[in-house]
Structures are given as C-alpha cells and as structure tokens.
C-alpha cells in the first residue's frame, strides 16, 4: 500500500512554495538596497542642481 497523504497540508504547502517563488522573483525584479536608493537620488539632486545653476534670470 502507498503512504497515506494529507491534501490539506500537500496544497498549503504547494502554495507557500509559490509564494517564496514569487517573492523571490519581486525582490529581483524591485529590490533595491538603501545604499542604492540613496546613490539614485543624490544623482538626481546632483543633476537638478546643475540645470537649476545654467537657467537665466528673466
């Protein structure tokens, strides 16, 4: 005889495996460290300033 199997615990177990992999698949696609965030926007600041410092005076 086979092993006795709980469908219960078989599909909640299948959904967290889902779950991890599309989690996983997030922190690729949005995952970003602080350090990251940061350096974007000291670029963007860095930038603005520089447009900001040629526009003339009206």
Do not use: C, P, W, Y
């Not at 989690?23 to 520089?50: C, D, H, M, P, Y």
């Amino acid at each position: 005889m086979g092993e006795i199997v709980s469908l219960k615990l078989v599909r909640k177990r299948k959904a967290r495996d889902e779950k991890e992999a599309k989690a996983s698949e997030n922190r690729i696609i949005f995952g970003r460290t602080r350090a990251e965030k940061q350096k974007v926007e000291a670029e963007r600041a860095l930038a603005e300033r520089k447009i900001e410092g040629h526009k003339r005076e009206e």
